[in-house]
């Protein structure tokens, strides 16, 4: 019961840091995936230039429901290119080889999605967005403001209303 108790009071108190709907996000530096080897500091909240918004995904690639997801992703990012940038930040180290090599597969299927990693074992960008679970989704405006939110697996089906933003404006 003690630790029922405990394990309640954990996720009440990640839930008050929850960023929802109409909150700005924090700016957060992350270190984005490259190619050639070099990594780069990213914002996850601010959108490339002449770009309306930004969908960033906290991911794991252990995480069955975020693989399942990436189509739905990549098809986002190809749709709305024109007016959304796509990031998704994992929390897995890049200095293991085999997340290299994840990263990399993930950059080569899906070349609009700007893939990178907290490599800060604190995950400060989990902690400033509130993430309770994988894969969570905010998709931000220009202003960084979050626009819609959505925890788990998503489908052609629930993407609907990131659809529906993207398509308003």
């Avoid at 990549?74 to 990031?87: F, N």
Wanted: proline fraction near 5%; hydrophobic fraction near 40%; charge should be negative.
């Amino acid at each position: 019961m003690k630790f029922l108790t405990l394990a309640a009071a954990l996720l009440l108190s990640l839930n008050s840091f929850a960023l929802n709907k109409g909150q700005t996000a924090p700016n957060i530096m992350v270190k984005e995936y490259s190619g050639d080897g070099n990594h780069f500091d990213m914002n996850i909240s601010e959108a490339e230039a002449g770009k309306d918004y930004v969908l960033v995904e906290f991911f794991a690639f252990w995480c069955y429901y975020c693989n399942q997801s990436k189509p739905v992703i990549k098809d986002l990012s190809e749709k709305y290119q024109d007016r959304l940038t796509v990031k998704a930040v994992t929390v897995e180290p890049m200095s293991d080889p085999s997340i290299l090599e994840k990263m990399e597969k993930w950059e080569s299927e899906a070349p609009l999605i700007n893939v990178s990693s907290d490599t800060d074992p604190n995950y400060p960008s989990l902690m400033a967005y509130g993430v309770e679970g994988f894969p969570t989704f905010f998709l931000l405006d220009s202003n960084g403001a979050v626009v819609h939110k959505h925890v788990g697996l998503l489908t052609p089906q629930n993407s609907i209303m990131f659809q529906a933003i993207l398509n308003n404006n």
